[in-house]
């Protein structure tokens, strides 16, 4: 049986927010209030494609936006993690569940050369439009009122678990890396000999530890470790498959 590495992308893959960290492909590196002011809690995705379309009025070329994605630090320790996962694909599968979008995961992974580590990345669909705007669209429909509109993390977990298992493949065990609220909702679809791996001092370790001391707390089996760096999940990966 194989073992599921499943990551968050910002501030878990990458030390930083690939949605903000565009906004210094802009001249002057900064948003104005109108499209600042016109975020709406829950609609995160929205208020991305009012910011794209706003660097795509300054004229903000494809090219240099990649550019500038391409220049965001990956989090201490993930590379070699990264590594690792691409050097043992028989036993490990990799998944990213990410509220960021395609275009910057997939320019983010080619540039630092890990495709071969991670096998789908289920994030909002992007694409540039006929005047060469930027345009993001929510991954899916649901009805969790855990989650922001355009995506649950635990149903695309439980999807991915459910036809996975439709083809034969079964995880020993799971491993969930994240640092966010967003990453709360899929825990409670782990096991007791699975892993939530929450990011010191983030808010999804605030989530489990309140979680953790409420007298119910049936609905988070998984065993909790928190980390720091890509090195602190290596090792927990290492132990767990006895390399």
């Known amino acids: 049986m194989k073992t599921l590495m499943v990551f968050d992308f910002d501030h878990t893959v990458v030390d930083d927010n690939s949605d903000t960290w565009v ?11 109108s499209v600042k002011k016109s975020y709406r809690k829950g ?6 494609g009012s910011v794209m379309k706003y660097i795509g009025e300054q004229e903000v070329s494809s090219d240099s936006i990649r550019s500038v994605m ?20 028989s036993t490990i599968d990799c998944i990213v569940i990410s509220d960021s979008n395609s275009l910057f995961i997939d320019w983010i992974i080619q540039a630092s050369g890990f495709h071969a580590a991670i096998d789908q990345v289920y994030t909002n669909p992007a694409k540039f439009n006929e005047l060469g705007y930027m345009e993001v669209q929510n991954y899916h429909s649901h009805d969790c009122d ?14 991915y678990l459910s036809e996975q298992s439709n083809r034969g493949v079964e995880y020993e065990q799971v ?10 909702c899929p825990t409670s679809c782990l096991r007791g000999n699975d892993f939530v791996m929450p990011r010191k001092g983030y808010p999804l370790e605030k989530l489990l530890v309140t979680l953790q001391d ?19 999940i290596l090792e927990e990966l290492k132990a767990s498959i006895k390399f």
């Open 146 to 159: 855990q989650c922001s509109v355009n995506l649950c993390k635990k149903k695309v977990l439980e999807v």
């Open 43 to 48: 609609h995160w995705t929205e208020f991305m």
């Open 214 to 232: 409420q007298k119910d707390n049936s609905s988070l089996r998984a065993k909790v470790i928190v980390w720091s760096s890509g090195t602190d």
């Open 175 to 184: 491993f969930y890396s994240g640092d966010g609220r967003n990453d709360f």
């Open 70 to 89: 391409e220049t965001i630090p990956f989090t201490a320790g993930m590379k070699d993690l990264l590594t690792f996962i691409s050097e043992h694909k």
């Open 23 to 33: 906004i210094r492909s802009l001249p002057s590196q900064t948003l104005p209030d």
